[in-house]
């Protein structure tokens, strides 16, 4: 289907390449393959995008709710058929296993699906009024202009998260995707051009995040920024948008989860889900677990468990179904993981598995690293223990008694996944009452979200408003909407509706 070697951005239902300047999209695992080069954009895109998303708004707010849904329908249907291309492409360019590019997809049609049948669903509330006369509504209005920037990770998915509610509630928005996935960013928007979506409706910016995620998050006349992304941009986007009285903010960020593990635990469960947890994308999920906090009593026995388990993982070619463990992402990626794997042995980690660069034959041509184990006892100064690595890099913690698992798992700036593995559902109550988490599993691994469901953080992972489902609070104003029935003006609170002359 879809190969491509020159990308565009897309603007006011152009594809437009102006730039002069490209970024190079390569493969994580085989650096030497060129997937495609993209505009490198700056303010001048930025500035084109978003005034055409402003001229689109009007007439893409007048259609009805169920209307601009029927889009999403179009697009599901055209995704669909093309769903294990499209998974090839997410894997050949961010580098995740085959099963979980095609998740993503899924994912990404779960969402459209979940956003065109709820079109259908009431979208504001219909409130009593002290006045008889008089009916009260909660009307729901669209922001106007959202900015949508989104990670590499879930290069399919995420973008649907922020794009499918923006559209259906009435805004027009402007998509700039990570600089590592461009490739399938540019199919997606394809699906909507395809699917008949308006000029201008939804736009597509390429580029760096400084240099043209920037240029949109500032511009004077845009009404919302949606983010999904690492703390650190996503501090600055938050700072930025606070100065700008008429700017609202959502930012999604990153975690440094944990599993903790009883012990009476399944012990064998245990060890499976703490394996996806940490290993799934190669520990370059949102939700992946970097801290197993694991009772004494069973610690050993498990930490030995897990690096078995974990010395066996077969890495490799993402394409390849049998793979578990693909490339990292990046060369910076692999750079700092290497940093905290550094770091770890500094601050006293006994080391388990090494997290050692796979340089031998086909490894040699991409980022390819072995899992990073290490047991270290907790301790607030620590860095590797309070840092977001974003890699297969894992401290085993001990802990004693059920309230140490607590302090331990809350000492964390982030408050993202949580898993606890117990048979005893009074543990479990306290671990979910005490815990600061956002997205919470029992018996599980921290990976395996639902679109329906809140997703997102808290402290420094989130602004407590969830993606995907959770976002129509902030693609929306709530507005309150009361009418009279009567032919005299009675109000609320007792007072007096005449005018004394
Ligand atoms: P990142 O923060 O480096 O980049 C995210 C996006 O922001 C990209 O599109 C990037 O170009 C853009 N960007 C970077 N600097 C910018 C700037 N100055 N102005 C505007 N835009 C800018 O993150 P990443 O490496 O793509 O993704 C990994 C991070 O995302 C991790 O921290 C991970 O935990 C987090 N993440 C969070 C969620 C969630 O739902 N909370 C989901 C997936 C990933």
């Given at each position: 289907m879809i190969t491509l070697l020159q990308g565009a951005n897309y603007i006011g239902g152009k594809w437009i390449n102006d730039t002069g300047e490209v970024f190079e999209d390569r493969n994580?695992?085989?650096?030497?393959?060129?997937?495609g080069t993209f505009p490198r954009s700056r303010e001048q895109q930025a500035n084109l995008a978003v005034a055409a998303a402003r001229a689109a708004f009007p007439a893409w707010r007048s259609l009805s709710r169920i209307n601009r849904a029927e889009f999403l329908d179009t697009f599901v249907q055209l995704v669909k058929s093309d769903k294990d291309e499209l998974a090839r492409i997410i894997s050949r360019e961010c580098g995740k296993c085959i099963a979980e590019a095609r998740a993503d997809v899924v994912e990404g049609i779960h969402t459209a699906q979940y956003w065109f049948g709820r079109a259908r669903t009431p979208s504001g509330e219909v409130l009593a009024s002290e006045i008889p006369e008089k009916d009260s509504y909660v009307y729901r209005k669209p922001k106007g202009v959202v900015i949508a920037i989104t990670p590499w990770n879930f290069p399919f998915a995420i973008p649907l998260w922020l794009i499918c509610p923006s559209l259906v509630e009435g805004n027009t928005v402007v998509l700039k995707p990570a600089e590592e996935t461009p490739l399938i960013a540019q199919c997606l928007i394809e699906y909507f051009e395809k699917a008949g979506l308006p000029a201008g409706v939804l736009n597509l910016v390429q580029g760096y995040g400084e240099e043209a995620g920037w240029p949109l998050v500032t511009h004077?006349?845009?009404d919302t920024v949606l983010f999904t992304g690492s703390a650190q941009v996503g501090a600055m986007i938050k700072e930025a948008c606070a100065k700008d009285y008429r700017k609202f903010c959502v930012c999604e960020m990153g975690g440094k989860n944990a599993m903790i593990v009883c012990d009476d635990a399944d012990f064998d469960l245990a060890v499976n889900a703490a394996i996806m947890s940490a290993f799934r994308t190669t520990g370059q999920r949102?939700?992946?677990?970097?801290r197993l906090i694991v009772q004494r009593g069973i610690f050993d026995r498990f930490v030995a468990g897990f690096v078995e388990k974990a010395r066996q993982l077969r890495i490799g070619?993402?394409?390849?179904?049998?793979?578990f463990m693909g490339p990292l992402v990046s060369a910076s990626g692999g750079e700092k993981f290497e940093y905290y794997n550094e770091l770890a042995v500094k601050e006293g980690a006994r080391v388990l598995l090494d997290g050692g660069r796979m340089t031998e034959g086909n490894y040699g041509r991409g980022h390819f690293f072995r899992p990073f184990v290490y047991t270290l006892e907790h301790d607030s100064r620590s860095r590797v223990l309070r840092e977001e690595v974003f890699g297969p890099h894992v401290a085993v913690m001990p802990f004693n008694t059920l309230e140490d698992a607590v302090r331990i798992y809350n000492d964390s700036e982030y408050a993202f996944a949580l898993s606890v593995c117990s048979r005893d559902y009074r543990k479990i109550r306290a671990v979910r009452n005490l815990c600061d988490f956002g997205v919470g599993y029992v018996n599980l691994p921290t990976i395996g979200a639902e679109v329906h469901l809140p997703f997102g953080g808290l402290?420094?992972?989130?602004?407590?408003?969830?993606?995907?489902?959770?976002l129509i609070d902030a693609v929306t104003h709530r507005v309150s909407w009361t009418v009279n029935h009567d032919t005299e003006i009675r109000l609320a609170q007792g007072l007096s509706g005449g005018i004394s002359e």
């Open positions: 994580p695992s085989d650096t030497n393959e060129l997937l004077p006349d845009v949102c939700v992946s677990v970097e070619d993402p394409l390849d179904e049998n793979t402290k420094k992972s989130g602004t407590g408003m969830p993606s995907a489902a959770g």
